[in-house]
């Protein structure tokens, strides 16, 4: 992705979840330079990976797979000092716009549409084999439990949310036809390096080619405690 395009879609997102009523914390907003003078009173930040975290999955074509996430809170489970057992993110999605097959091994999560549009979820169990089961599966939409087929669909209002269990495969995209939708997610500690197993390869970070200079930095980008 160009750094430019991450950029665009900074400003595009801040400009959409505040016309949503939704406000990020100072740290979305600090600069390349002011990160670079931030000491060891940021390590939590630094070291839990939150903040911006923009992919097009490798696909090269980011509104037609893509994701804008930012992580406000999580936990480690690799290091004691951070005890929090959740984690929370807010993320922008736009119609059609595809985040592909993919399950969590240690996560759990529910999926909540905040606002704007309506999102599209196709879920279904993980096979033996790794792949996609052709049994039917049992999903919680708002404590309301659901059959679905294997992947079965559920398209999820401004209000609703839906838990996705552990090995349970899912994708989602904003539906057709309809605006940006804007999503929290609420989980158990999240670790995007080791607990994503999609489908079929894909680049969780993207590639950058710097353009121009980074309005923000990404989740992966910040520099060591000065």
């Given at each position: ?55 097009d ?32 993110k ?55 439990l ?64 710097e ?16």
């Amino acid at each position: 992705m160009k750094r430019s395009e991450i950029n665009r879609l900074m400003r595009e997102a801040v400009e959409f979840f505040g016309e949503q009523g939704f406000h990020l914390p100072p740290f979305a907003f600090w600069s390349p330079e002011e990160w670079r003078k931030k000491g060891h009173e940021a390590d939590e930040i630094r070291d839990n990976r939150l903040g911006w975290d923009i992919t097009d999955f490798g696909s090269g074509d980011f509104r037609r797979v893509g994701l804008l996430l930012f992580t406000l809170r999580n936990g480690n489970i690799y290091d004691p000092r951070y005890r929090k057992p959740y984690a929370e993110k807010v993320l922008m999605v736009g119609p059609g716009q595809v985040t592909p097959w993919h399950y969590h091994k240690s996560k759990v999560e529910d999926i909540i549409v905040r606002g704007g549009g309506r999102l599209v979820m196709e879920l279904a169990l993980k096979a033996p084999d790794g792949g996609l089961s052709e049994e039917h599966l049992k999903v919680s939409v708002d404590g309301v439990l659901r059959e679905l087929p294997p992947k079965g669909r559920v398209v999820l209002e401004p209000g609703e949310s839906i838990t996705v269990e552990q090995e349970v495969y899912h994708t989602f995209y904003g539906e057709e036809g309809g605006g940006k939708v804007l999503i929290g997610e609420v989980s158990s500690v999240n670790d995007d390096a080791t607990d994503n197993f999609f489908l079929k390869p894909v680049g969780r970070f993207p590639v950058i080619e710097e353009d121009e200079p980074p309005l923000y930095l990404l989740c992966t980008e910040y520099p060591p405690a000065s």
